[in-house]
């Protein structure tokens, strides 16, 4: 709907419909109110996207029947969201029903939905839409709850992926509930009970059957012996010992800054990050054969400066491109520190670029996020003149690995690598596509990315089928990879690497160091199934895995006993990894920031695909190894990956093998158009000849 002015200009006035998105999901309000009017007992209904707490926009629903009395009885906001479960997709329910004696309305006799209060407003209203805890373990899981999901309450029947939920926050979750009651809780659990309520007599339950974890605390460590290092970080070294000055693990990020940057706060910001964290002061030396952690004493962190203001404006912008890149590519010695870099590049008074690089060591994902919201804190404090505060580190890195040195052994290792000896009995030793070029003898790490998007609409769909399906997006684009790959190499088992967080313990959840961990995902296609039915088989084996996920990936390769091939990585050489990790912007006052990409050049396998679920649709990168795979190649396994999400979503009973059919038929297809193109080419090439004289 929109006015025209005076002037001819329109003004845009809002939307005919009541159409709104809430979760990356467009809902017409007037659908969900006619589902809830459809309901017996319901009288009025009225739907509003509310975002009483910023950034979390969710569906409230207001009711009215007979009476409040007459309502509780017979129609309770828990009943209703039950119902209209059975005839609207889950993220058409409305998170929250509000029952009223009445609708407000306005003098017109319409009904004045600025009046309509906010769930919990009113006590009438809390009383009967919020379903309070009725016991101490339920207050605790509706407080672990609200701390993970970032909202004021949660009721007992709200459902956990409702909320807005995922792997990540339910690992979270997995964390304080082992904390909080000293049980183990394998993460499917939260999966299969996504209810306070539910959840809460999973943990009476197991009380009761004394299932208790032994688990040792994670404590601070004296620093004047020998700290050893974490599997993780023994895994690192191992390589950077087989291939020394190698950038294969670098973590390289380009921040472009514009506005009035105050460098001296900016050093002090980075200086007292590396004095909180160890892990950013920490080199590694050898003591009688054995790898050892050496933490440094907090210094200042060197911050060159290099001034491009004297290049003309389009040689600035190469530059900084060369210098990035240069950058990314530079090797760290893990003998001499800080495996930390900063450079700033000053395109001109008001423009800079921050290079910021560390070695995967000593850091990982969600530790990038940690630095970021440190960074953040400290600048605006430093940058106002106020002195920041941060909380104590109770523990560091080192002592984190020190734990983990204690505790995984014996019977807790043995119970880990049980699952894992069992679940790879019958995994096949290599999964490998078809490559263009003949495999080394020893792996190379030469690498290129090709960057593409998933459609919002397709985005969207799969999101539905995910969540009519009780799995997370992950688990789909998991499955639906697991099936492009078993077409393109001809297997019925593939296994599939991934990562996960590995922060299942509150205390490491604020802690920058090497924490992840990878997980070997081994699925069986064998059968035909129905791609619905593959799905919960892909679902259950990842659960599982995420159950185990404290066996170090290296730790798990020597146990195997598997013999080592130097031409490629052990147990997976495909990798899939969902990027989740809880990342907020970096933002610094005064300053407009723009995240840049840099290119690293570099593949640690044969391909990795990386997604990210973003406002336009999942991003998608596939890494892939440059020395065994054209680019031609991997754009059309990227289109085929499209076009098989595309075919699922359109008929998920579908089998695998209908499915595949229909990649083949594609690919006939564009075969038949490139032949095609190619004969017009060489038609025209052929008219354009022209007879050359013949001389005599």
Known sequence: VARRMWDGELEYVGRADSQVKVRGYRIELGEVEAGIRRQEGVREAVVLAREDVPGEKRLVAYVVTGGLEELAREVSPAALQRRLRETLPDYMVPSSIVLLEKMPLLTNSKIDRRALPAPGELAQARSLSYAAPRNPVEEVVAGVWAHALGVEQVSIDDDFFGLGGHSLTATQVASRIREAFSIEMPLRTLFDRPTVRGLSQYIENARQSNEMLQSLPIERVARDGHLPLSFAQQRLWFLDQLEPNSPAYNLASVIRLKGSLDVPALQRSLDSILSRHEALRTTFSTVKGRPVQIITPPSNLDMPVTDLRHLPEAERESETRRLANEEAQQPFDLTRGPLLRVGLLQLSDDDHVALLTMHHIISDGWSVGVFVRELSALYQAFAQGELPELPEMPIQYADYAAWQRRWLQGEVLDAQFAYWKQQLADAPPVVELPTDRPRPSMQTFKGANLIGMLPKPLTDALKTLSQRE?????????????????????????????????????????????????????????????????????????????????????????????????????????????????????????????????????????????????????????????????????????????LLLGSIVERPDASLSELKTILDEAEKERQQKEKSKLNASNLQKFKNLKPKPIRV
């Not at 205390?507 to 799905?535: D, M, T, Y």
């Not at 084996?541 to 080592?564: G, I, M, N």
């Not at 495909?574 to 907020?584: E, F, G, S, T």
């Not at 006052?589 to 973003?614: N, R, V």
């Open 470 to 642: 009780g799995v997370s997006l992950f688990i789909t684009l998991l499955a639906a990879f697991q099936t492009l790959v078993s077409k393109y190499t001809s297997q019925e088992r593939v296994v599939i690497g991934t990562d996960v967080a590995n922060r299942n313990r509150g205390e490491s959840e604020a802690l920058i160091g090497f924490f992840v961990n990878q997980l070997v995902l081994h699925a069986n296609l064998s059968g035909n199934p129905p791609f619905r039915k593959f799905l919960r088989h892909v679902r259950d084996v990842t659960l599982d895995a995420y159950a185990h996920q404290d066996l170090p990936f290296d730790k798990l390769v020597e146990l195997l006993q598997e013999e080592r091939d130097l031409s490629r990585t052990p147990l997976f050489q495909l990798k899939i990894v969902y990027q989740n990790a809880p990342l907020q912007p970096l933002q610094l006052s005064g300053l407009t920031l723009t995240q840049l990409e840099a290119e690293g050049g570099t593949s640690k396998y044969d391909l990795t695909l990386f997604m990210e679920d973003t406002n336009l649709g999942v991003g998608m990168t596939f890494q892939y190894n440059s020395d065994l795979f054209e680019p031609i190649t991997i754009q059309r396994l990227s289109e085929n990956f499209e």
